[in-house]
């Protein structure tokens, strides 16, 4: 089983940036799919970006490239995203997910089909 817990959501003036974490734990650490999507009050959840554990490639939705990364540092079991250039629209409840181990999940990276895993979410509010 694995447990995810997410970390560093506030109240950002927009413009400025912002860093969550995504910690891992569980009886076993492979090489999986991790993601961060997110959930504004009425819409459906959306993929903001994933990467695949083991490999070198980051994929984003188009509605945050050029403005957020996703990085992992395996040694932490840590999955973070680096958002710049925050937007009234990317207030939200942010979601760290993973997959089951294996890279089968790498076509379908930022559906959230892909993910079994979720944590409980951390809150992101951008004022102005």
Request: glycine residues 12%.
């Given at each position: 089983?694995?447990?995810?817990a997410e970390s560093?959501?506030?109240?950002?003036?927009?413009?400025?940036?912002l860093r969550l974490?995504?910690?891992?734990?569980?009886?076993?650490?492979?090489?999986?799919?991790?993601?961060?999507?997110?959930?504004?009050?009425?819409?459906?959840?959306?993929?903001?970006?994933?990467?695949?554990?083991?490999?070198?490639?980051?994929?984003?939705?188009?509605?945050?490239?050029?403005?957020?990364?996703?990085?992992?540092?395996?040694?932490?079991?840590?999955?973070?995203?680096?958002?710049?250039?925050?937007?009234?629209?990317?207030?939200?409840?942010?979601?760290?997910?993973a997959s089951d181990?294996?890279?089968?999940?790498?076509?379908?990276?930022?559906?959230?089909?892909?993910?079994?895993?979720?944590?409980?979410?951390?809150?992101?509010?951008?004022?102005?």
């Amino acid at each position: 089983q694995v447990q995810l817990a997410e970390s560093g959501g506030a109240s950002v003036q927009a413009g400025g940036s912002l860093r969550l974490s995504c910690a891992q734990s569980g009886y076993s650490y492979a090489s999986r799919c991790m993601g961060w999507f997110r959930q504004a009050p009425g819409k459906e959840r959306e993929a903001v970006a994933g990467l695949y554990t083991a490999g070198r490639d980051t994929y984003s939705a188009d509605s945050v490239k050029g403005r957020f990364t996703i990085s992992v540092d395996n040694n932490k079991r840590t999955l973070y995203p680096q958002m710049n250039d925050l937007k009234s629209e990317d207030t939200a409840m942010y979601f760290c997910a993973a997959s089951d181990g294996g890279s089968w999940c790498i076509p379908d990276i930022l559906q959230l089909r892909t993910f079994n895993y979720w944590g409980q979410g951390t809150q992101v509010t951008v004022q102005g």
